[in-house]
């Protein structure tokens, strides 16, 4: 069983920069594929990033890639996405997300984090 409990989510100016993080239970963090998405009102929940078990391969959907940057500390057992020249368009809740093979779709994901609100303001 692996909890997943996410923070730094804010308001924050368009153009400006948050850090999330997702600290996660258990001592197979280091097993899994971990990742991000979000969910803006009224929409699906979409793809953002993720890295995989060793942090050796990265994957970012277009709308994010050269502004958010995954990483992860599997001696802290914490994942982390730096987010940075933000759009309202960036507007949503982000979830952590955790499953032992890698992964584009919100489907078949092992765990959930609660969510973070972002909001950004233009």
């Known amino acids: 069983q692996v909890q997943l409990v996410e923070s730094g989510g804010g308001l924050v100016q368009a153009g400006g920069s948050l850090r999330l993080s997702c600290a996660a239970s258990g001592r197979t963090f280091s097993t899994y594929v971990m990742g991000w998405f979000r969910q803006a009102p009224g929409k699906e929940r979409e793809f953002v990033a993720r890295?995989?078990?060793?942090?050796?391969?990265?994957y970012y959907a277009d709308s994010v890639k050269g502004r958010f940057t995954i990483s992860r500390d599997n001696v802290k057992n914490t994942v982390y996405l730096q987010m940075n020249s933000l759009k309202p368009e960036d507007t949503a809740v982000y979830y952590c997300a955790a499953r032992r093979v890698p992964f584009s779709s919100s489907n078949f994901i092992d765990y959930w984090g609660q969510g973070t609100q972002v909001t950004v303001s233009s």
């Open positions: 890295i995989s078990a060793s942090g050796g391969s990265i």
